[in-house]
C-alpha cells in the first residue's frame, strides 16, 4: 500500500497563472475526492469522482476550477486564472465505496 | 445544511493528563463520524470511524463516543504524550457515497 500520492508539494504562482495539481489514489480505491484546506479551519469538499464520473460538485468549485479523472485513475485538479483567495493546501483523498477515505500529503499553493 | 463544530478551539495540557475533545453536528441523519489527526503541513490521518449504529469505538489510548441523537461525538485521549500533539478534526458522512463534513479541527499540545 503504497498510500494517496499528491504532486506536486509546494506550488508559488503569479496572481493570473493556471496551475494543475495531480493525485495518485491507492490502486484498488474506485472512489477519488479533493478538499481545500485553508490556515486554522478544517477540510472543504470540493468535488468527488466514482472510477471516471464526476458525480457531486461543490458550490465552491467556481468556473475557474476543473477536475478530471480520466480512465478513472489519477485524477487533476486545475485551476485557471488563480487569484489570491486561492491560497490553500488541496487535499485529495481515496476510497472504495463506503469504507473510511485516505488522505494524501496534500499541495499547499500560494499566490503571490 | 450540516455544520460541525469542534470545542475548544485549542488546548495545552501536561503530559500523562487525560482528555476529551467535543465535536457536536447539526443534522442527526449521519452515516458515519470519523476522528482524524493532522500533523503540521501534513494530510489527515484517520484515528476512528463509529458508524451510526455504534456508540462508541476504541484504538489503544483513544476511545470515541458518538450520541447521535442529541448530534455529539466525543474523543477520549487516555495518559497523553508529547507525540499526541497535532491538530484533531471530526467529520461526519452524510450517507455511503460520500463527501466528509469536517469541524474547524482542536489544536493540541502536550507538554513534557
Known amino acids: 500500500d503504497t498510500g494517496v500520492s499528491q504532486d506536486p508539494r509546494h506550488k508559488i504562482t503569479k496572481r493570473g497563472q493556471n496551475v494543475t495539481f495531480r493525485c495518485d489514489p491507492i490502486s484498488e480505491h474506485n472512489r477519488l475526492y479533493w478538499y481545500r484546506q485553508t490556515l486554522g479551519q478544517g477540510p472543504e469538499f470540493l468535488t468527488y469522482f466514482q472510477n471516471e464520473a464526476q458525480l457531486e460538485k461543490s458550490r465552491l468549485l467556481s468556473n475557474r476550477f476543473s477536475a478530471e479523472r480520466p480512465k478513472g485513475s489519477f485524477s487533476t485538479l486545475e485551476i485557471q486564472r488563480t487569484e489570491q483567495g486561492d491560497s490553500a493546501m488541496y487535499l485529495c483523498?481515496?476510497?472504495?465505496?463506503?469504507?473510511?477515505?485516505?488522505f494524501g500529503d496534500g499541495t499547499r499553493l500560494s499566490i503571490l | 445544511k450540516q455544520e460541525v463544530t469542534q470545542i475548544p478551539a485549542a488546548l495545552s495540557v501536561p503530559e500523562g493528563e487525560n482528555l476529551v475533545l467535543n465535536c457536536s453536528f447539526t443534522d442527526s441523519a449521519i452515516y458515519n463520524l470519523q476522528w482524524f489527526r493532522q500533523d503540521p503541513g501534513k494530510g489527515l490521518t484517520s484515528l476512528l470511524l463509529i458508524q451510526s449504529s455504534q456508540r462508541e469505538q476504541t484504538s489503544g489510548r483513544l476511545n470515541a463516543s458518538l450520541d447521535k441523537s442529541s448530534g455529539r461525538s466525543t474523543l477520549y485521549i487516555a495518559a497523553s504524550q508529547p507525540g499526541d500533539s497535532a491538530t484533531y478534526l471530526c467529520?461526519?458522512?452524510?450517507?455511503?457515497?460520500?463527501?466528509?463534513?469536517f469541524g474547524q479541527g482542536t489544536e493540541l499540545s502536550v507538554k513534557p
Open positions: 483523498a481515496s476510497s472504495t465505496n463506503n469504507q473510511p477515505q485516505h
Open positions: 467529520a461526519v458522512r452524510r450517507d455511503q457515497g460520500g463527501k466528509l463534513i
